[in-house]
């Protein structure tokens, strides 16, 4: 059910006896309520699983080491490989997938080139799976299925899997790659006005594709999804799939417990009680940061990204929703210090969230301390007090009724993004490999993490502008971009559009070889904008989160596969 925006200037609150009206956003309450503190106590059981999934994963081990001896039928290799990794399980089987890609590379890319002689599906579905390793492979391999005009073949309506996986790599290109460009529109446009001539089971596979690209989808919910359909696929390998469910069913125990413990803090500060103007989302929250890093390593990493980002979010409501403009300069002087003496200094209500937000920081240095990087902590800090003095840029903006130029208005709003913090955050959960020089590499603003957090920001406004034009809000890259350039709705929307597909191009192209800092740490930009392009799929998930994130928490975070 969605929620509108109802009058934005409310009577005073308990908070304050004054005169003083403040805006409200009436956000709906949390849906969860205490649901995820019962599984604190949960027994995990998880013995005779482990034994499972050790001898499964034995097995599968070997049929890909057996695969890449042989090494014969590259279309085979890559559908296991393909499989494993949609089924969630590739963190399992890294250095295997590695070798047997290293293999396919080796048998049949020339200068780039793929030479495999085989049809869309097989060379599609080779090249994505060599691009998402990081090898540079030319598209050039596709223009054999296009016709002596140039266009693609429409012999290619018939072969609709060979179509999906041409779909599944565009969203894959880099700048320059004109061919995939013009793939893009050939298949998605294709791929729509194809499904109601297609079965209906045909038609869904398509009709998925289409709305959840896999490239763009967080891990868990493909491994979700693809689990059932697999299922379903007659020529399915038993052991991989009684591997997935296991492994899946496993980590689900883990991620509830660690959401119980989540809801059980939150709920101990008790800020829903002293924040009831702001969002209370800690398990959208516990989502977010699961989207990030799924993998059982990185509890640590989901405990703290969530933490800071609930604190965020009351942050984030105070400056959009409820300060005035006098209590944000306090608020953000406070931060700027950070010392906890000029607590005396703000209003009552504001002391709650600034205790929290140092004791927490003090939680993340004690944590840094025992794996011996606590100055790691300090960039978290700085990047805290950068997003914050950008959030009262954007209530100064505000309060003035300035629309600012769409460059004034990026450049503040990538830091409102939360991204580089997130990205910062996320770094922490990483043990040894985010290195003091890792943490650099980030405050000199690499094009990924920038890309990122444009992406972050423009679809954030693409998607809430609506709801929070009518309750009150700075004005979004879309209000500035008709200013500036004195164009419509519609014409901003397009152009903003266009920038997200050329950001994800920069993503794209700095996710392949040579990299700049440890493959890992990449893949945590790429899921955080993957959370993005999920959270804000039809609407802002975030702020209304009753519909369809409540539907993702559900599949990904409560039903289990059944076995
Ligand atoms: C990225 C995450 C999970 C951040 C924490 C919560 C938050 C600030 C969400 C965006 O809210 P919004 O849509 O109100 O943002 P803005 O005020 O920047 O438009």
Request: hydrophobic residues 40%.
């Amino acid at each position: 059910m969605p929620v509108s925006a109802t009058s934005s200037l409310v009577a005073p609150t308990p908070h304050d006896n004054s005169n003083i009206f403040r805006r409200s956003a009436n956000f709906h309450p949390t849906i969860w309520g205490d649901h995820f503190i019962q599984y604190v106590s949960e027994p995990m059981e998880i013995d005779e699983i482990m034994k499972q999934i050790v001898m499964l994963k034995e097995k599968v081990s070997k049929m890909l080491v057996l695969m890449n001896e042989s090494a014969t039928r590259p279309l085979e290799e890559a559908n296991l490989i393909d499989s494993i990794q949609r089924l969630g399980l590739y963190h399992h089987f890294e250095h295997e997938i590695g070798e047997v890609l290293q293999h396919i590379h080796n048998s049949y890319v020339e200068n780039g080139a793929i030479t495999l002689n085989e049809d869309l599906h097989c060379v599609a579905l080779v090249f994505r799976l060599l691009r998402q390793q990081g090898y540079h492979i030319l598209p050039d391999v596709f223009k054999k299925f296009k016709n002596e005009q140039g266009n693609f073949n429409e012999t290619l309506f018939g072969d609709v899997e060979g179509m999906i996986s041409l779909f599944e790599v565009t969203h894959m290109r880099i700048h320059g790659e004109d061919i995939l460009d013009e793939a893009f529109v050939f298949t998605s446009s294709h791929l729509e006005m194809m499904t109601p001539q297609l079965s209906l089971s045909l038609a869904a596979k398509v009709n998925h594709s289409l709305k959840w690209p896999l490239f763009k989808n967080l891990p868990r919910l493909v491994a979700r999804y693809y689990i059932s359909t697999y299922e379903e696929d007659p020529s399915h390998d038993a052991t991989l799939l009684l591997l997935a469910k296991l492994d899946f069913n496993l980590l689900q125990k883990q991620h509830k417990k660690e959401a119980g413990e989540l809801s059980k803090w939150w709920k101990d500060l008790d800020l829903e009680t002293k924040f009831p103007f702001a969002r209370n989302r800690i398990i959208e929250l516990y989502f977010w940061s699961m989207g990030v890093y799924f993998e059982p390593q990185y509890s640590l990493g989901r405990r703290i990204m969530t933490k800071v980002l609930s604190l965020v979010s009351i942050i984030d409501d105070t400056y959009d929703v409820y300060g005035t403009i006098e209590e944000l300069q306090l608020f953000t002087d406070a931060i700027e210090r950070w010392d906890i003496k000029c607590m005396d200094f703000l209003p009552e209500y504001m002391k709650c969230v600034y205790n929290s937000l140092l004791d927490l920081y003090e939680e993340i240095e004690q944590e840094m301390a025992k794996e011996g990087r606590t100055l790691s902590a300090i960039y978290v800090k700085n990047e805290l007090i950068r997003l914050v003095q950008s959030y009262f840029t954007e209530a100064k903006w505000f309060n003035s009724k300035y629309i600012p130029t769409v460059e004034e208005y990026v450049a503040n709003g990538i830091v409102t993004s939360v991204n580089y913090l997130l990205t910062a955050i996320s770094f922490i959960g990483m043990g040894s490999i985010a290195t003091q020089e890792t943490f650099r590499w980030l405050t000199n603003r690499p094009k990924i993490v920038s890309a990122s957090c444009i992406i972050g920001r423009l679809v954030n406004d693409l998607l809430s502008n609506e709801f929070e034009q009518k309750r009150g809000h700075v004005a979004s890259a879309i209000e500035c971009y008709m200013k500036q350039y004195g164009v419509s709705r519609e014409d901003a929307i397009n152009e903003i559009s266009r920038q997200v597909t050329n950001a994800w191009k920069d993503i794209n192209e700095n996710l392949l070889h040579p990299i700049q800092v440890p493959k890992p740490l990449l893949i945590r930009v790429l899921n955080l904008t993957r959370a993005i392009d999920v959270m804000y799929k039809e609407e802002d998930g975030y702020t209304h989160s009753l519909r369809l994130t409540k539907n993702y928490i559900q599949s990904i975070m409560l039903n289990p596969c059944q076995i």
